[in-house]
């Protein structure tokens, strides 16, 4: 059959061909029958004449010969071979598994990268973990935050602290204003300003009258200025008010308090007599019957034992009503001292509190603290050592120049 399919027509070898391939249900072939394909592919090409490259000729239709006609049958039957082994190859060639991708190769620069990176990721989780371990208010800390006072009212708890003004009183105040004030306002530091002070003008206590009694007892610890306010005080009634007045001295513990006293008398031209127990009252009554106003300077004593409040007691008459006791207070002590110390003389039953040695503090608060911790207003300020010019009654707009410091800011600006 071979021999008769080689010395067929090339019509005859194509229609063979085409009925074998085009035909034929595809199969999975095995290894021996792709070698029998392959043999019979190589025998068929082998014994095909070889093709002679004609010369191309101008003529449009041409005459194909028996011979040329078997060249051509040929080369048809050599094509559909050549892929059929090629389709064949496919078919049976082994799988071969993809080669793994190789791994990166890491340099020092890249090694370095790494190194960096780690170290910044190692950084933020410490900063997270120090995050964790702050207070979740700690946006609400700012000044007076511990007391409620809401951020845009801060500056003004700021401003009357700084002053020495306690945080309790400060915080009292700014409670009112921020129930008080519209929101707009609050936002406004000139409005809050203008409305504490206004509200300090309200609040702050004054004596209506602070001359009206005859009598004026003088009271306090030792070194708060007792002497020296008597003597302001003397001067500011003849000198001023042109009163008629006597001085009075009961402190025999301080050396030298009797003998100053004495010498301003002499100065003003006034009495002054020294008394040591209750009795010499009588003959003080009887001395001064025709006087306006009688000072009296008490010695200073803390009144941390019985016998300071006997010494106290020695020299006040049986019956001090119809009398103004003042307290003296210097402006240089710590409120807690001075709150402990007056709670002391409060058995004595002051009055009012004077306030000394303003000229010398940085922080006047504790004259709004002292007074609403004992609520007793105030009588009078001694502003400094010169007298009689350093001494003046008190007023609500000398307290609110102090804590805000409008006369410094007045000056600064010319």
Not at 56 to 71: G, K, M, N, V
Not at 142 to 168: C, N, R
Not at 322 to 331: K, L, N, R, T, W
Request: proline share 6%; aromatic share 8%; with cysteine.
């Amino acid at each position: 059959s071979k021999q008769k399919y080689i010395s067929s027509s090339a019509r005859v070898q194509r229609e063979y061909i085409d009925r074998v391939f085009d035909n034929r249900t595809p199969k999975v072939m095995t290894e021996d029958d792709f070698e029998g394909q392959v043999q019979a592919a190589t025998a068929a090409v082998a014994q095909a004449p070889v093709i002679k490259k004609k010369t191309p000729t101008a003529l449009r239709y041409i005459d194909i010969s028996e011979d040329e006609d078997q060249d051509l049958a040929s080369a048809s039957a050599a094509q559909p071979i050549n892929q059929s082994v090629a389709h064949s190859a496919k078919v049976v060639a082994p799988y071969t598994p993809a080669a793994p991708t190789p791994a990166p190769i890491i340099t020092a620069s890249n090694q370095n990268n790494i190194q960096s990176l780690q170290s910044e990721i190692q950084y933020l989780r410490s900063m997270l973990e120090k995050f964790q371990n702050v207070p979740q208010n700690f946006v609400n800390l700012h000044p007076g935050a511990d007391e409620g006072i809401p951020y845009e009212l801060s500056f003004a708890f700021k401003k009357l602290t700084d002053a020495g003004v306690s945080h309790q009183n400060a915080a009292s105040i700014l409670k009112i204003a921020n129930q008080t004030l519209p929101n707009e306002q609050k936002k406004k530091k000139p409005f809050v300003d203008g409305w504490v002070i206004k509200y300090l003008l309200d609040n702050v206590r004054i004596v209506e009258k602070p001359l009206k009694s005859k009598y004026h007892v003088f009271v306090g610890p030792t070194g708060q200025g007792k002497t020296s306010t008597v003597v302001k005080m003397a001067c500011e009634l003849v000198m001023k008010e042109k009163k008629r007045i006597a001085i009075i001295s009961g402190d025999h513990v301080k050396v030298g308090a009797a003998d100053q006293l004495k010498i301003y008398s002499q100065i003003l031209n006034i009495p002054c007599a020294v008394i040591s127990k209750p009795q010499d009252w009588l003959q003080v009554e009887r001395a001064t019957q025709g006087m306006d106003h009688v000072l009296l300077d008490t010695p200073g004593v803390n009144l941390k034992n019985p016998r300071d409040l006997d010494t106290l007691r020695s020299i006040l008459p049986a019956n001090m009503s119809g009398m103004d006791v003042h307290y003296v207070q210097s402006i240089m002590a710590r409120d807690t001292d001075a709150f402990e110390i007056a709670e002391r003389f409060k058995v004595i039953g002051f009055r009012d509190v004077i306030f000394t040695r303003l000229d010398e503090a940085v922080q006047h608060g504790l004259i709004y603290n002292f007074q609403k911790h004992f609520d007793v207003p105030l009588h009078s300020f001694g502003i400094g050592n010169a007298i009689p010019e350093d001494y003046e009654m008190a007023s609500k707009e000398r307290v609110v120049d102090l804590l805000f410091n409008l006369s410094k800011i007045r000056k600064e600006r010319g």
